[in-house]
């Protein structure tokens, strides 16, 4: 699967917008997506206390070695794999264990001194038959890509079709306004949680009253972060990035929507140029150089964008991969990879799964973090074995009658399984297992169908163990996994996440409630959010 990459080509060197002044993508209009939504630098935060306390407690519990020398001391390394594509990933690894590949057709055979004779010991019936099977695989090849293309272009024209109705219009207007911010609010958790490096969250263990002291400027952060998105849509989160606790360097969106990817660009110039932000409050911090490249991040190897070159993306994570050379090349150069709503797109097959494991992993540096949110595939296991469930028991209260045979393959009406609101939808369009779990973990199509947002479109299941599992085989090790609604019962008293929800219009002031109707909170229940260690 392959989408345009209309990329310039990569720079020579990266430079530093704050030191050099160049804005590196300017544009005019201001955007937002559906589903995930905005936030504004300054309701985002309190600017007294940009750098805060919360990422003490995130790495409490973890003690590590040293963390990575700084990118720049990367930077000029070269040990990126340009030339490598997809298959190049397939050839070095090992077979999966989860589910056996169907088998590629043969290759035409050169011929040889002595072929001849060897083929002439095989029957002709043999020969048509091996023939006939080969055409067979051929066939089902060619189909199997032409639908995995047809399922991206029809996710990528989606999101590139997704209006922009304006910041006004999403805060006022929409049906769905408290549970745009919500999401928002669990995306800036995150962010503040696990964004900063084992050296910076250390600094603040050892000052732990700095938060209180709003006159104090934070200890110097000299060490700033170097941020890939993947999936990134139309930069809604670029505000988010910017008010990180530790400041950010270098922030790469990737998406393979190539208008939301422009839409981004435009977003990051308006920011750079200090259009469309509002009067009051501080100024937000400084930005960050970004750079936004249309971009398949489930479907290809990441090798070939030029800064993610640049920065440094490891062949070797991953089974299959040298140990040895993967532990002296340490890795790649960024900090952080985040993915918010979007690896769901990956489980359309174990091959992308893997390809989205090998990016991230190869990307990220030793100690980096793997932050996203996602379906929460014990929301969608619950709901499936409960619809199978009610389902028997109605079908046993019926009186005997004779049912006609379902043609092959066919899945009754009655067996589809769907359930959602007025707001959002899950739709199964095949059959689903009777206990909810997903067996084998990949390609378990849905559409999913959130008003004003998305629009039926198809997405995958992430069986959350079998990915849990998987991430292993790429050094990337668990260290969070909440479902959206925890979160916000973890973290509304924090003294910044709550004021922060308030802010954000998350929580009514003056009940102290979420903003949002029992519909939306039923629409947010669907998701959980992650954080790996790359270790
Ligand atoms: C619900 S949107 C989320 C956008 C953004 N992360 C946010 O939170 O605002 C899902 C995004 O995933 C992107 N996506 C779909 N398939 C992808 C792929 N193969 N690689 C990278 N991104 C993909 C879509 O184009 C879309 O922008």
């Given at each position: ?16 917008p ?32 940009p ?42 690894r ?13 290759a035409?055979?050169r ?7 060897r ?16 055409d ?17 272009d ?29 999401n ?14 084992e ?9 732990k ?7 104090r ?40 929507a190539?208008?939301?990817?422009e ?39 990441l ?6 070159q ?9 089974p ?21 709503f ?22 990220l540096?030793?100690g ?6 996602c379906p ?9 074995s409960?619809?199978h ?6 079908e046993?209260?019926?009186p ?12 009754q009406?009655?067996?589809r ?10 739709r ?5 297992p ?17 008003r ?24 990337l ?7 959206f ?9 924090d ?8 802010r ?13 109707t029992?519909e939306?909170?039923d629409?947010?229940s669907?998701?959980?959010a ?6």
């Amino acid at each position: 699967m392959t989408s345009p990459d209309p990329r310039p080509s990569a720079p020579t060197s990266y430079d530093d917008p704050e030191r050099n002044g160049t804005p590196a993508s300017p544009g005019p209009t201001s955007r937002q997506n559906g589903r995930p939504d905005e936030t504004r630098p300054n309701e985002d935060t309190d600017q007294s206390n940009p750098r805060r306390k919360r990422v003490q407690e995130r790495h409490q519990a973890r003690k590590r070695g040293p963390t990575q020398p700084s990118m720049f001391s990367r930077r000029g390394r070269s040990r990126s794999p340009s030339n490598r594509t997809p298959d190049d990933n397939s050839s070095r690894r090992s077979r999966s264990p989860l589910r056996p590949r169907s088998p590629t057709p043969e290759a035409p055979k050169r011929k040889r001194p002595g072929g001849g004779s060897r083929m002439g010991m095989v029957n002709p019936e043999e020969m048509r038959r091996r023939q006939e099977q080969r055409d067979r695989l051929l066939e089902e090849d060619a189909m199997r890509s032409s639908r995995d293309r047809g399922v991206s272009d029809v996710v990528r024209q989606h999101y590139n079709a997704v209006p922009e109705r304006g910041r006004e219009w999403r805060k006022t207007e929409s049906k769905i306004k408290g549970l745009r911010s919500f999401n928002n609010w669990v995306k800036s958790t995150l962010i503040q949680k696990f964004s900063p490096d084992e050296e910076f969250a250390a600094r603040f263990n050892d000052t732990k009253d700095w938060a209180d002291d709003s006159q104090r400027p934070p200890p110097v952060d000299d060490k700033r972060l170097l941020v890939l998105d993947l999936g990134c849509g139309k930069g809604g989160d670029l505000g988010k990035w910017q008010l990180a606790p530790q400041r950010v360097d270098l922030y790469v969106g990737l998406d393979p929507a190539n208008i939301s990817i422009e839409q981004a660009r435009d977003r990051y110039g308006q920011m750079r140029s200090g259009r469309g932000q509002r009067g009051r409050g501080r100024p937000p911090p400084p930005l960050f150089h970004g750079e936004f490249y249309p971009k398949d991040c489930f479907g290809e190897w990441l090798g070939d964008v030029g800064i993610v070159q640049q920065v440094g993306i490891d062949p070797n994570a991953g089974p299959g991969g040298s140990l040895m050379a993967s532990r002296w090349s340490g890795g790649g150069g960024f900090d952080v990879v985040t993915s918010m709503f979007a690896i769901h797109y990956a489980f359309e097959s174990e091959e992308k799964t893997r390809q989205m494991l090998s990016n991230v992993a190869g990307c990220l540096k030793k100690g980096g973090r793997f932050i996203g949110v996602c379906p929460n595939s014990d929301v969608i296991t619950s709901r499936v074995s409960t619809f199978h469930k009610n389902r028997k028991e109605k079908e046993s209260a019926k009186p005997a009658a004779a049912e006609e045979a379902p043609e092959d393959g066919e899945v009754q009406e009655d067996e589809r399984c769907e359930w959602g609101n007025d707001i959002y939808r899950v739709r199964f369009p095949g059959a689903t297992p009777e206990d909810g779990i997903f067996r084998p973990p990949f390609g378990w199509r849905y559409t999913y169908f959130m008003r004003e947002a998305v629009e039926e479109v198809p997405e995958y299941v992430v069986p959350w163990e079998a990915f849990r599992a998987l991430t292993e085989d790429y050094n990337l090790e668990l260290q969070y996994r909440k479902p959206f609604l925890d979160i916000w019962e973890d973290e509304k008293n924090d003294r910044e996440l709550g004021p922060l929800s308030e802010r954000m219009g998350v929580r009514n002031r003056a009940t102290g409630e979420l903003n949002m109707t029992d519909e939306e909170k039923d629409a947010v229940s669907f998701y959980h959010a992650f954080c790996f260690y790359k270790v």
